[in-house]
């Protein structure tokens, strides 16, 4: 019988963070591709856009105008998914597989940068440090108010993945409930916290207690010879999670220390925070033929 082969076999992964199994069938990367495949974006947008209710200067729907920004801008979402308290009461659900809970928070939204042509992967990494302390703001204010329970900064980038306007921006969901990922994820963080000890040289989470993303950290970066890893810096590493489910899916860690949030960053760490979203985002753009003009393959190396 031949020894087993992950580059080869299928084979189940197990992903700790979900406490679930990924299906891996490596062989099946053999197979020809007739399917669809998308074209390069060859749009060529201007600096300035009179029509993007994103750009300095001009109008909102709801009939607002923006101020003339030079770096970031953030406004209530004119569209938010979410609305402010008071909510309205839990109704009694007809039948039990019919039930529906209320839910209350807020939505915004953070313009990167006023040029309404550049991406993330465009701007230096100084403009992304002014992004990353936005977002800390954000994180600051929303989690301080009544009930929010959860705050998820995120960024759809292109049409496919729904972005309704190609101005660079992204946007923060502050919610009355933790969404059931995250949910899985922080449980699962707590049982792996109290049910395992930290490993030499590690990050120690809280009171000295292992922290599963801290030990999978240490794990990639100094004890395995895969190559995992894409980039790191002195406190990051952007890695292919060993459980990756999507294409091109990455996880950016903190690997030094243990960081409970986004607002525990010092300023180093914000400044090379910014510099791996500059070099992961560099990458992606390339990979998917999109004009880069910020960094390039070398400076991975």
Request: hydrophobic share 35%; charged share 20%; glycine share 4%.
């Given at each position: 019988m031949a020894?087993?082969d992950?580059s080869?076999?299928?084979?189940?992964?197990?992903?700790?963070l979900?406490d679930e199994y990924?299906l891996?069938?490596?062989?099946?990367?053999?197979?020809p591709?007739?399917?669809q495949?998308?074209?390069?974006q060859?749009?060529t947008l201007?600096a300035?856009?009179e029509?993007?209710?994103?750009?300095p200067?001009?109008?909102r729907?709801?009939?607002?105008?923006n101020?003339?920004?030079?770096d970031?801008?953030i406004?209530d979402?004119?569209?938010?998914?979410l609305?402010?308290?008071?909510?309205?009461?839990t109704?009694?659900?007809?039948?039990?597989?019919l039930t529906?809970q209320p839910v209350?928070g807020?939505c915004?939204?953070?313009v990167f940068?006023?040029?309404h042509?550049?991406?993330?992967a465009?701007?230096?990494?100084?403009?992304?440090?002014?992004i990353v302390?936005a977002w800390?703001?954000?994180y600051n204010r929303?989690?301080?108010?009544?009930?929010i329970?959860?705050?998820q900064?995120?960024?759809?980038?292109g049409?496919?993945m729904?972005c309704s306007?190609p101005?660079?921006?992204?946007q923060?969901?502050?919610t009355s409930?933790?969404?059931?990922i995250?949910?899985?994820e922080?449980a699962?963080?707590?049982?792996?916290s109290?049910q395992?000890?930290?490993s030499?040289?590690?990050?120690?989470?809280p009171e000295?207690r292992?922290c599963?993303?801290?030990?999978?950290?240490?794990?990639?970066?100094?004890?395995?010879?895969?190559d995992?890893?894409?980039v790191?810096?002195e406190?990051?590493?952007?890695?292919?999670?060993w459980?990756?489910t999507?294409p091109?899916?990455l996880?950016?860690?903190?690997?030094?220390?243990?960081?409970p949030?986004?607002?525990d960053?010092?300023?180093d760490?914000?400044?090379?925070f910014?510099?791996?979203l500059?070099?992961?985002?560099?990458?992606y753009?390339n990979?998917f033929?999109?004009?880069?003009?910020a960094?390039s393959?070398?400076?991975?190396?």
């Open positions: 020894d087993f992950p080869t076999h299928p084979h189940r992964r197990y992903n700790p979900l990924i891996v069938s490596p062989h099946r990367t053999k197979r591709w007739l399917g495949v998308e074209p390069p060859t749009t201007p300035y856009d029509k993007c209710y994103l750009c200067g001009n109008t729907s709801n009939g607002e105008r101020p003339q920004f030079k970031t801008y406004f979402n004119d569209f938010a998914a609305l402010p308290l008071p909510q309205p009461e109704p009694k659900p007809p039948h039990p597989l529906t209350h807020a915004d939204v953070l940068h006023p040029r042509n550049l991406t993330l465009q701007l230096s990494v100084e403009e992304i440090e002014k302390h800390i703001e954000i929303r989690g301080r108010q009544e009930g329970k959860y705050v900064i995120f960024e759809n980038k049409s496919m729904g306007n101005h660079p921006h992204g923060t969901w502050s409930a933790v969404p059931t995250p949910s899985k922080l699962a963080l707590r049982h792996y109290l395992n000890e930290p030499a040289g590690a990050p120690r989470g000295g292992a599963m993303l801290c030990e999978y950290a240490h794990v990639e970066v100094h004890t395995t010879e895969e995992r890893v894409v790191k810096n406190h990051w590493v952007a890695l292919v999670p459980w990756a999507w091109f899916e996880l950016v860690l903190p690997y030094v220390r243990h960081i949030s986004i607002a960053l010092t300023n760490e914000i400044a090379s910014a510099d791996i500059s070099s992961v985002t560099v990458v753009d990979l033929s999109l004009l880069v003009f960094n393959w070398s400076d991975l190396s």
